[in-house]
C-alpha cells in the first residue's frame, strides 16, 4: 500500500531495527543485508525514482507533467545498473588542484566552549581589549588545528581520490550556449576572488552623523577584517570556506562515501540507516579534537555506492541528555513518512543521468525590482499542498504575465511545522520534500529563467525551529551546538532557537548554506529574514525605534551578527556579482545598504517595514482624518543612496486572524457584491478605488523595488489557514482546529481571472502598474519631486522621472481645471488611469486628451499643466517626447 503525499508516494514499510538491529557489521555483507536502491527482490527499502518530465524549457509550446518521486520498497528500474551510478559531487578539470582545494585546511574551528557575544558602546576601550584578546586565542587555537588540515588533507587524499568527471562531455552533444554557460558555472565561481577588506572609512563621507559613533563602528569593521583575515589564513579564504557541504555531511567519490559531522557534545556516534538495517554496531563513527565524527564507507565489491540513492539515514548519538537519533546536520533531502511524526533524513544523489541539467543562463540583475512573493504549497486554486512543477508550469506563467521580473519563493528549506510558514526550518539544505524532489526545484528556478524572472529565496539564518527530532536543537544533547546556551539561545516570542554568530563553525555552516542555494539551485539572491532580530540582544522587541542614533550603535547590538552578515554579503556579491540581497530591518539601521567596502553591512536593499504599518493604521481612520503629509512622510522617510523595497502589505496579513488590505477595505461585502453584472455598494467602490490607490502610491514613492504577496494583487478574499487539529494549550485553554482542511491554505486566482467578477480589474490594474514601470523605470529614475500635499483638496502630486502621478484622495469632491506643477516643458498624456472601466473604474478621465504646458512657476515648479482631477482616482502622466508635429500649409 502507499500513500500519497505532494507529489510522491511513499509505502506503509515498518521500520527496521531502526533502534538498533542486527544487522551485519562485515564489509562484506553489507551489500545482501542494505536496502538498495539498485538491487532487486530488497526487502524494507525506500528507493526514490523519477520518470522524467515533459518539459523542455527549450520549447515554447510544451507541456508539463509534474514529475513523480515514488518512494517504493525493493525494486529496480528498468535496464538500470550498479555500474550506471558513477558519479563524484565534487568535479575539477586539474584533479590535483582540486584534491588540494578541498582537502586543504578544512578543519580550524575555535575551541567549542568559545560562544562569547561581542557588543560595544562609545568608547568602551576595556571591552574592546578584552574581545581583541579573545580574537588572539581563537586564533592561537584555529592554528594549532592546521597541523590537523594538513594530516586530514594527506589522508583523504590517499583513501578518497576525486573523480574528474567532465560534465560538459555527458551533455551527448548539446551545444547549448546556455547549458554549457550554466554546467560550467560552478567552476568558474571557484575561481573568482573576493575582494579583500578595505578601510571602511567612506560611511563617514555618506552619513556625517555616523562620526559620533565612530568607535562602535570602527571596532565592528575591524572585528569583520579579523575574521576575514582568519578565514584567508587557516581556511583558504571565503570561497573554500563556505564550501563546507563538500566536506561535512555525505560527500561522494571514486571509492565510497564520506560522513563527516560536527557535533562536540556527543560521546559516541554511529551511521544508521537502510543501507545498514539500522544496525547501530555497523558503522560507528570516530572523533578528532574537534568535536567532528567521521565514516568512511567504500564502495560495494561490484563498484556500486555503498548507501543507496534514496535511503533513509540519521545518526544515532550518546549525548549528555542520552541516546539520541538525529537527521545529519547537512543533509540535502528530508522526508516525512504518512503516519510517522519525525522526519527521514534522505542520501539524496541520483545518478548522473537522473540529475536535472539547467539549460538556461541567469536573466540578469534587474534595474528596478518588481518581486512577486510566493508560497509554492499554497499556490493552487485546489485545496491541496501544490508542487514545484504545477508552480512551473501554471504559476510562473501568471507571474510573468502581470509583469513582475522577479519571484521570491517562501518555505523552500524544509520545515516539519507547515504552518510555521517556513520560518522554523529544521532542515536548512533540503528543499522542502512537501513540494517534490531537488531536482524538482531545479526545473522550476530554470523555467523561471527561461522567462526571464530573477529567483530569489526567502532564506532564514536568523533562528532555527526548536524541534529536537527533525532539527539542530539539542543536535548533540546540548543546547549550544550551532546556538547560544540559556535564554541568549532562545527567542521567547517565536519559540525558537538563536544561532551563535561568533562560533567558526557556526559560520561554516550559515555561509556554506548561503552559498549552496545560490551554486546548487541557481538561486539568483535572497531575501534574509528577521535581520532585526539578529542585530540586536533584545531582538527588536518591546523596542519603538525612534531613529536615534544611539538605539543602533551600543550594548544592544550583537556584534557577531552584524559581521557575520558582512561576511555573508561578501560571500554572495564577491562569488555570484549579479545575486541580490535584501534584508528585512524593521529598525532602520543605518549603513544598512551601504557596501561592506565603505563600512556598510552590505545589503542591496532593505525592506521598507513601515509602510504596510502606516496602511493598517490608515483604514483604521475615517477618510476626513488622513493626512496626505503623513502619507507622503512614511513613503519617504528613508536614508539617501539605501535602496528599498516597498509594499502595501505583507503576507502576515494574510493570516488568519489578521486582515489584508481589501479586507479593510470591504469586509464582508466581497462575499456578495464582486459581480459586474450586480449593484454593487458603497463600501465596494471605495474599496476597490482606495485599494489601487494604495498599491499605486506605494510603488510609486516608497523605494526603488517593489513587492506583493500572491493574490494581494487582486484583493483575495480568503485568509490563509494552515490546516490544524484541536490542541489543549499547556494551561488547559481549549484551541479548536478547522479539521485539517486546506480549504483556506490556497491561492483563488481564478477570482482574478474571472472577467465577471470586479477581482479582474483590480487584477488588471496592479498588471499595469507592473507594465508601466517597465517601459519608463520610474522607480529608479534620479528625478523625484513631491510638488503638492495638499490636506484641504486631500491630493498628493509627485514626479518620477518623467511622470507626473497624481493622487485625488478626497472622498467626495472632483476638481476641474487643477494646475498641477512638473519640470519639463511639452505635451503630457494619460499612461495609466485608475479611473479606466478596464479596472473598475467609472471612466471619467478622456484617454484622448493632450496637455499642454505653461511657462511660470506653479507648486515650485517651472512648468503646470491643467488636467482635471476626479474623487478617489489616481493618474499618471507622462511626457510625450520625440513626437513629430505635423506641419500646417
Not at 568535536?291 to 555506492?305: K, R
Not at 521580473?405 to 520545515?415: G, K, R, W
Not at 481612520?621 to 493626512?627: A, F, N, P, T, V
Request: aromatic share 12%; hydrophobic share 35%.
Amino acid at each position: 500500500m502507499v500513500y500519497t503525499l505532494s507529489g510522491m508516494r511513499l509505502p506503509t514499510v515498518p521500520l527496521v531495527n531502526k533502534l538498533g538491529g542486527t544487522g551485519s557489521s562485515s564489509r562484506a555483507d553489507r551489500r545482501n543485508a542494505h536496502l538498495s536502491f539498485l538491487s532487486k527482490n530488497q526487502s524494507h527499502s525506500w528507493t526514490i525514482f523519477a520518470e522524467k518530465s515533459s518539459y523542455d524549457s527549450g520549447s515554447q509550446s510544451s507541456t508539463a507533467t509534474a514529475s513523480e518521486k515514488v518512494l517504493i520498497p525493493g525494486t529496480q528500474s528498468e535496464g538500470s545498473s550498479s555500474e550506471e551510478l558513477n558519479v563524484a559531487e565534487i568535479v575539477s578539470e586539474d584533479p590535483q588542484a582540486r584534491e588540494h582545494e578541498t582537502y586543504s585546511r578544512t578543519y580550524g574551528p575555535p575551541s567549542p566552549t568559545h560562544t562569547h557575544l561581542h557588543v560595544i558602546s562609545g568608547d568602551d576601550e576595556s571591552l574592546k581589549m578584552e574581545h581583541e584578546g579573545k580574537l588572539k586565542d581563537q586564533e592561537n587555537f584555529v592554528q594549532q588545528g592546521s597541523s590537523f588540515s594538513e594530516t586530514m588533507r594527506e589522508e583523504d587524499s590517499a583513501s578518497l581520490p576525486l573523480l574528474d568527471v567532465d560534465v560538459e562531455a555527458k551533455a551527448e552533444g548539446n551545444s547549448d550556449t546556455a547549458y554549457v554557460s550554466m554546467s560550467t558555472e560552478s567552476d568558474r565561481v571557484r575561481k573568482r576572488v573576493i575582494t579583500p577588506p578595505g578601510i571602511g572609512q567612506r560611511i563617514y563621507e555618506i552619513d556625517p552623523l555616523l562620526t559620533k559613533h565612530r568607535d562602535h563602528l570602527d571596532y565592528r569593521y575591524g572585528h569583520y577584517k579579523k575574521m576575514r583575515e582568519a578565514i584567508d589564513k587557516y581556511e583558504g579564504g571565503l570561497e573554500m570556506f563556505s564550501r563546507g557541504y563538500e566536506k561535512f555531511g555525505f560527500t561522494r567519490s571514486a571509492t565510497g562515501i564520506t560522513y563527516r559531522e560536527w557535533a562536540p557534545g556527543a560521546k559516541w556516534a554511529t551511521l544508521i540507516g537502510d543501507f545498514n538495517n539500522w544496525n547501530p554496531n555497523a558503522d560507528v563513527m570516530t572523533r578528532n579534537e574537534f568535536g567532528v565524527w567521521e565514516i568512511f564507507l567504500p564502495n560495494n565489491a561490484d563498484g556500486s555506492p555503498p548507501i543507496p540513492h534514496g535511503s533513509r539515514v540519521k545518526i544515532r548519538m550518546d549525548t549528555p541528555t542520552g541516546i539520541k537519533d538525529s537527521i545529519p546536520a547537512w543533509i540535502k533531502f528530508s522526508v516525512q513518512a504518512p503516519g510517522e511524526i519525525p522526519y527521514n533524513g534522505i542520501y539524496y544523489d541520483p545518478p548522473e543521468e537522473e540529475k536535472y541539467v539547467f539549460k538556461q543562463p541567469r536573466p540578469g540583475k534587474p534595474k528596478s525590482l518588481r518581486i512577486y512573493e510566493s508560497h509554492v504549497g499554497m499556490s493552487s486554486t485546489e485545496p491541496i499542498i501544490n508542487t514545484y512543477a504545477n508552480f512551473r508550469d501554471e504559476v510562473l506563467p501568471r507571474i510573468k504575465k502581470l509583469g513582475y521580473n522577479a519571484i521570491q519563493i517562501m518555505a523552500v528549506q524544509e520545515h516539519s511545522y507547515y504552518a510555521s510558514f517556513g520560518y522554523h526550518v529544521t532542515n536548512f539544505f533540503a528543499p522542502s520534500s512537501r513540494f517534490g524532489t531537488p531536482d524538482d526545484l531545479k526545473s522550476l528556478i530554470d523555467r523561471a529563467h527561461e522567462l526571464g524572472l530573477v529567483v530569489l529565496m526567502d532564506i532564514v539564518h536568523s533562528h532555527a525551529s526548536n524541534n529536537t527530532l527533525d532539527g539542530l536543537n539539542m543536535f548533540d544533547g546540548t543546547d549550544s551546538c550551532y546556538f547560544h546556551s540559556g535564554p541568549q539561545g532562545y527567542h521567547w516570542m517565536w519559540d525558537s532557537r538563536l544561532f551563535n554568530y561568533g562560533h567558526w563553525e557556526v559560520l561554516r555552516f550559515l555561509l556554506s548554506n548561503a552559498r549552496w542555494w545560490l551554486d546548487e539551485y541557481k538561486f539568483d539572491g535572497f531575501r534574509f529574514d528577521g535581520v532585526t532580530s539578529m542585530m540586536y540582544t533584545h531582538h527588536g522587541l518591546q523596542v519603538a525605534f525612534t531613529g536615534n542614533y544611539n538605539e543602533y550603535f551600543g550594548f544592544a547590538t550583537d556584534v557577531d551578527a552584524v559581521v557575520y552578515l558582512m561576511l555573508v554579503n561578501d560571500l554572495i556579491h564577491g562569488l555570484f556579482p549579479e545575486a541580490i540581497t535584501v534584508g528585512e530591518d524593521v529598525s532602520g539601521m543605518p549603513t544598512f545598504c551601504i557596501p561592506v567596502q565603505d563600512g556598510g553591512v552590505g545589503f542591496d536593499y532593505r525592506l521598507h517595514m513601515a509602510i504596510a504599518d502606516k496602511w493598517i493604521e490608515m483604514l483604521k481612520k475615517r477618510d476626513e482624518d488622513w493626512k496626505m503629509g503623513d502619507i507622503v512622510h512614511t513613503l519617504t522617510n528613508r536614508r539617501w543612496s539605501e535602496k528599498c523595497v516597498a509594499y502595501a502589505e505583507s503576507h502576515d496579513q494574510a493570516l488568519v486572524g489578521d486582515k489584508t488590505i481589501a479586507f479593510w477595505l470591504m469586509d464582508k461585502d466581497m462575499y456578495d457584491f464582486m459581480a459586474v453584472d450586480r449593484p454593487s455598494t458603497p463600501l465596494i467602490d471605495r474599496g476597490i478605488a482606495l485599494h489601487k490607490m494604495i498599491r499605486l502610491i506605494t510603488m510609486g514613492l516608497g523605494g526603488e523595488g517593489y513587492l506583493n504577496f500572491m493574490g494581494n494583487e487582486f484583493g483575495h478574499p480568503e485568509w490563509i489557514d494552515f490546516p490544524r487539529a484541536d490542541q489543549y494549550l499547556p494551561d488547559g485553554k481549549f484551541v479548536p482546529g478547522n479539521g485539517n482542511s486546506f480549504d483556506k491554505c490556497r491561492r483563488r486566482f481564478d477570482l482574478g481571472d474571472a472577467d465577471y467578477l470586479r477581482y479582474h480589474g483590480m487584477q488588471e490594474f496592479d498588471r499595469a502598474m507592473q507594465h508601466l514601470e517597465e517601459k519608463y523605470g520610474f522607480m529608479t529614475s534620479e528625478h523625484q519631486y513631491i510638488s503638492r500635499k495638499d490636506e484641504g483638496d486631500r491630493v498628493i502630486v509627485f514626479e518620477r522621472g518623467n511622470l507626473v502621478f497624481v493622487f485625488n484622495f478626497h472622498w467626495t469632491s472632483s476638481y476641474s481645471d487643477y494646475r498641477v506643477g512638473c519640470l519639463k516643458s511639452g505635451k503630457y498624456k494619460v499612461v495609466l488611469d485608475s479611473d479606466d472601466p478596464l479596472f473598475g473604474g467609472f471612466s471619467r478621465i478622456s484617454h484622448d486628451a493632450e496637455y499642454f504646458t505653461s511657462d511660470g512657476w506653479y507648486d515650485k515648479r517651472p512648468q503646470s499643466f491643467m488636467i482635471y482631477t476626479p474623487s478617489r482616482t489616481a493618474v499618471v502622466y507622462a511626457l510625450v517626447e520625440d513626437e513629430v508635429v505635423p506641419v500646417e500649409e
